[in-house]
């Protein structure tokens, strides 16, 4: 993943082809994947402490893989010796005997030492202990406090539920009695599931490939319930793919009306046509544009904007997005928020309805991006939001909706419904 930049998922099927398809082999796979990934930031510092030399940079892509592994079920995981040994004699066997060789009194130090914490400072102890970058620990403790702050860093040490929702144009009604027996529904909404096992959901991998469910975090399906398109509307959703909000409005709509859905990114845009046919949706138009620019004849009834954001609010559920974000992309990013709302903007109808959300828990690319917009165009102002599951937003506005990971066991998320006038 470090060495070519790739995700989680990704780095998962890699896995796969290598060490085949076996249940327990790519259960073992995904937790070495999301640990490794999760503490990327101790293992590097513990690491640090055991070698007789500054870091693993010129080391092999290969050998700097299985020390990682071995640091972390050693030093974090605390896996027993005769569990490290097999490991250790797996990673001669993948890697060669030879190619490892140099290295043998590395392997030893890791296997027989234990590495403490060396933090400079309070920031770096909280970002080491937590497992975040530094400049992102000082900026949440500022932002929420450090009480809270530590809460809401703490808690992206261990992931997330699943949520499911039922498809009511592939899925009859009684879907969750016949489906879903030891899934908790939502309170406060119909025909939506938590997944506090994963045995439940690959029971049911037929129910999902064939659409009667759909995978979608909670917050996001609060976010197009909030939205509330109704039959007959037409829809603009932008930034669309991979479709999980198309595929819902439609549904919400009874595939009665209209839907837009633009995306810059053509392979993006192939998973969202694949979504369209596994869910039923039928009113959805494709278009790959860029929303800075957003050029389409329509004036919607809802227009509903989830640009691309730090992604803050799912460090827990993918933790590589930590430490791809830094203060430099979080402030280009933010004007390319502002610039695609703008933009989206201009295709509300007077009467109707502007939804602007991420998955973002920092104020900078919320209420900030919504303080700048509001004094631009004064015809839009802030609406009441049903329903209402998360916590008002900060800095006054309390007519929008945030959720917190550590309060609502859901990625974090921010919901601004706007009103044209």
Known sequence: ???????????????????????????????????TTRFRNRIEHLTSG???????????????????????????????????????????????????????EVIGRILTKQSDLRPQDEYERVAL?????????????????????????KRNLTNVPLYVRANPLRASSGLGQQKFKD??????????????????LSQQQGTVAAGEVVIQDLSAIVADLVACPVAGNVVLDVCSAPGNKTSHCAALMGNEGRILSVDVSSERMVQ???????????IAEPIIADARRLEVNVEADVVIVDPPCSNSGVFAKNPSMKWRTTPSRLDSLTIRQFTILQSSARHVKSGGSLVYCTCSILPEENEDVLVDFLHRNPDFHLKRQRPFLGLPGLKGFDLCQRFYTHLHDCNGYFIAKLHKD
Not at 90 to 96: D, F, H, S, V, Y
Not at 183 to 200: C, F, N, P, S, Y
Not at 272 to 282: A, E, P, V, Y
Request: charged share 20%.
């Open 129 to 153: 202990e937590t497992c975040h970058p530094v400049w992102y620990a000082r900026r949440v403790m500022l932002v929420f406090g450090r009480e809270v702050g530590l809460q809401i860093l």
């Open 272 to 282: 969202w046509n694949h979504q369209m046919i596994r869910t039923g949706c039928l």
């Open 1 to 35: 993943m470090a060495y070519e930049g790739v995700g989680e998922r990704t780095a998962l099927f890699r896995a796969s082809n290598q060490l085949g398809s076996t249940h327990d082999e790519l259960r073992q796979a995904h937790r070495i994947i999301m640990e």
């Open 183 to 200: 899934a908790v529904e939502v309170a406060g909404i119909q025909q939506v599931w938590r997944l506090d096992h994963l045995k439940t």
């Open 50 to 104: 055991l070698l007789p030399y500054p870091s693993l940079e010129h080391i092999p892509h290969g050998v700097q893989s299985f020390l990682t592994i071995l640091v972390y079920l050693k030093q974090i995981d605390q896996t027993e010796a005769r569990k490290l040994q097999r490991v250790v004699s797996l990673g001669r066997q993948i890697l060669g005997w030879k190619e490892l060789h140099p290295y043998e």
